[in-house]
Nanobody, 117 residues
Framework: QVQLVESGGGLVQPGGSLRLTCVASGTIGSLYIMDWYRQAPGKQRELVAHIGDGGSTSYADSVKGRFTISRDNVKHTVALQMNSLKPEDTAVYYC???????????WGQGTQVTVSS
């Protein structure tokens, strides 16, 4: 029903910035929350940032002050602005969407972010 496509990943040096974008399409409706998750090799998937339908945000402690999540309810997109990147931020980043009144979660295929000098 819902398709998510991430973009913006790539290779960046420590201290650099990167902006990830996720575009949702399909039978989305009007009420939904969106998140960014990441998974590093050999580690579990973790929640990086969350944004509610009303615009409220929350972040993992490891990225607070460096990452900013935002959404466009008209275009059905969510973005993750990542500043002051560190090598430990290296992971595959996934977009997640959940409609407010449904239990099904939708996931993108992921985009690779590599922070290395």
């Amino acid at each position: 029903q819902v398709q998510l496509v991430e973009s913006g990943g790539g290779l960046v040096q420590p201290g650099g910035s990167l902006r990830l974008t996720c575009v949702a399409s399909g039978t989305i409706g009007s009420l939904y929350i969106m998140d960014w998750y990441r998974q590093a090799p050999g580690k579990q998937r973790e929640l990086v940032a969350h944004i509610g339908d009303g615009g409220s945000t929350s972040y993992a402690d490891s990225v607070k002050g460096r990452f900013t999540i935002s959404r466009d309810n008209v275009k059905h997109t969510v973005a993750l602005q990542m500043n002051s990147l560190k090598p430990e931020d290296t992971a595959v980043y996934y977009c997640h969407l959940k409609k407010l009144f449904q239990s099904t979660s939708y996931w993108g295929q992921g985009t690779q972010v590599t922070v290395s000098s």
